[in-house]
């Protein structure tokens, strides 16, 4: 409506008016007897129209409490995981039976994780010690009934038995997530096909699925089944936490192989370079599921469900390990306690930490059944769902959930939930683990010999024995003295008997969403229809995970708790909504519409390229566009210094401003998604909005020549190995505030001024997170998701367009308002000018090309705390900024008419083409926009 | 026999509820069930945003109609 409104460059006159109500009836009574001819959507399913949703989340979790002395509650150092993500959906009537799907999503997360869960008197945490990387590894002190006693942090006995458990906790550097899956159905009068595909990837773990749903409507459309299959293959390649891995025990066979997985053929664990250790593991699911919906009356429908899955293969999470505590039942132990006198322990416990494991077979059951009931007094919908759960892990699970949809005046809808989820445990879920032997004792000669010792140098020879305790002198089996360099190389070595595999349960984990526990949850999801094209949906939800709150009681205790928080706002697109206003051939206000556009200058059909901004102006007051840009760029290769390649010599003397380099980037790419909203309150001004969500990952290796970490282990060296998996970064970017003011417009001509705020939305606090009990600090400049300084954001436009030509110039400038951040730095300012012409080639379809000249300085000032560890380039200042030349070329395709009629898109290559950078940078390899725009 | 029948009957009446075949709904009577918010998943991107995140908090995720792959095990 808005649409047909917004022709008029005045007010309407009454006959455009008239015509306005005309098509809205018109609209109204199409959609009427599309309901009535039950043409319209089945009750129970999603709508037919075309619809494009744009959707941004962000989750935040509650600080996790860790125990520590006493009763006070300590909350953890680590920040608690937090998520931004983002979602792209597009469905598409591709012919009059087939309809196009597809999604894209992605998430960006960081934060800490429970990696063990171990008694509190273990202090995996140890709070108060510099840095605040997890111990798994170390002692405990158990009562003669092997339950933990009261220590304090220096081992001294407190108390008697302390049943407390506490998390440990471990941090992790961001982390990405993508999926991308398409959908088509074909539909014939009664029955639907969808036939589905799609892959999700994240650093560690990859998964390609295919499913078919069919769906049968019958009985005058009141009944319909579906059944559907789905395949899902997953692959886990994870390079075991590099803080925890020295730590992680093995179980090893009688040959001396550490076999993590013993009862687990699907997956395996890798020695690679740096000591690093990578599991693999593959998994198969199949699932299926058949469904009934029913309409009962006028005012209700049910649906019920059964669904099946069968899963094989490496089903454990690779970061997490069991603590399993190793008495030793030969040791004399043990005694008085310092602190008080009767509480006595018996035993002292080697505290190990395994992997968990998990079975490699899974059958899954669920039963599902919705409800809605339509409530006639406030045109209300109340939606009841339940949902049964049980495995062959011994999981049952019971989910309800209630929702109240209440329609409001003005296009309103809000809807509150709320949730409740209870389960008990699996079978072998464990909290910690007490096991009667030794994690390791030295291996006696069953002939009484003593001690068996073998050369370290030859693992397979023949073993030896000391010729007598504390000689030091050592024979073979049949008297042979042994050689004397092993002796003298230190190679003589005692061999140890491994644990009995079969005193340790088969599958352990102690993972808390396999323990026993209860979530309650709820949130409220507000809809409001802006226009019949678009609307805007934000949804909430608190989400509280309690043992306490497990139905029935016996739940995990306490110390598992936690509760996050998630918001997001979605915009929907109605493709449909625009085409039935001005496709249809029946409406000729429509037809004139059309005529208006194509006969008088619109700047929005200008053809502009993708990659340029601020490149247009709303013809009309009262105009909407929304927009979406993508962009991509890219940088690999060699590293440039000035205007030349720089050699490895160069980078190592230079690149990190006389200090030493140890890695250099290979490999940067940055992806950025921008919403773009504009609207003209008059015809002179046009406001906007440009939120934006980016992800950028980096990898970087060692230079030939590289020098090797001065401190061994220690920030630098921790830093360097923490460089050998690629950084990732993810999540909201600055959001873009702009007035755009018309100074010129003629037929061709048109000039425009913008001005722009850009507002420190994005992250600059992002850190690598802490190896080996040692802080990296923050992570690479480049990689931060916004400038953290409020930016002013100037921009003047030309263009002239003529009948198949379209030409421009556009000067633009960022000029950062602070100078420096909350984390001590700015970017540097930038100035771009860009002149292109652009032809069409066929009716909607033009092509451009594109000179594009940017200056951008260094960045000013540095990380003033937490000084980050620097090891190459890119942590440096000076290593910014530059002079670039880039070439685009581009195409654009304007629709008229038809359901896609004014919508826009348009893609362009940006070729580098000559560069004078500042210091030493990773080559740009060029970059990428595409970018489509609908106005109504 | 007679009690026969009286089961017979609740049978019949049990199937005719299940199937609902007795009660007819014309397409007119409909317009209820197509309002957008009496849909089964009324809010289908907010549904499948919070599945995702109860499918890397909770045990009992897999044997839905959500076909998806990934972890995003945070």
Known sequence: MLRVLNISKKTPTKHQLEATKQSTSLYTLTMAARVLLGLATSPAYASDNDEVNLQFGHYQEGERGISGLGSEKIKSKFHPIQSDNMHLSAKIMITDQVKGEINFSQDTWSGASPIATAPSSFFGNRDGVSGASPYIVGGLKLDSQLKPVLINQYGEVLGKSDKRLVHTLSGASPETRKQLDVKLSREWDEFTLDLGSGLSEENDYKSQFANMAGHWEFNQKLTSLSAGLSFTTSTTRAKLDHDATPYISGIYDLNGVNIYNKNNNSSQVKQIQNGGKVLQGNREDWGTNIGVAQVMDENTQIEASLGYTHSTGYMANPYKVVEVAFVNPTQICCGTASGDSTALYAYDADVRALLEQRPDVRNQGTLNLRYAQHIKATNAALHLNYRYFQDDWGIKAHTFEAEWAQPLGNNWTITPRIRYYSQNAADFYTPYIVTNQAYASPLMDPNGRGQVFYDASNPAGQVFFEDSPGSGTFSYADGTPIHQTIIDNGNVTPKFTSLNRKKLPTHYSSDYRLSGYGALSGGITVNKQLSKVLSLEVGYEYYKHAGGLKFGGGGESSYANFNYSTLNAALKFDLSATGSFSGGSDNNYSDSHTHYDASNHNQHTSYTPAGLMFDHMLSHTGNFMIGYRYMYSHQAGNMRHGSNVANNQAILLHGCNGNDCYVKPTNMNMHMHMLDIMYAPTEWLNLMIMPQYIDMNMTMSPPNGAPLSPDGMGPIGSAIMHADHPHTTGGIGDTGLYAMFKLIEDSNQHLHATLGLSVPTGDTNIKLRDVMQQQLGFIHYDMQLGSGTWDFKPSITYTNEMNNWSFGVQLSGVKRLESKNSTGYSLGDEMQSTAWFSRKIVNNLSASIRGVYTWQGAIDGEYSSHIPVKIGPMDYTNNYGGHFLDVGLGLTAVMHGGSFDGNKLSFEWLQPIKSNINGYQLERKGALAASWSMMF | ?74
């Open chain 2, 1 to 74: 026999m007679k009690n026969y029948k009286h089961i017979n009957m609740m049978l019949l009446v049990t199937i005719c509820l299940a199937l609902s075949n007795c009660t007819t709904v014309e397409p007119w009577q409909r317009g209820n069930l197509a309002k957008p918010h009496m849909a089964l998943d009324p809010n289908p991107l907010q549904s499948s945003l919070r599945t995702h995140l109860y499918n890397s908090r909770e045990a009992a995720s897999g044997g839905s109609s959500t076909n998806g792959g990934g972890c995003g095990c945070y």
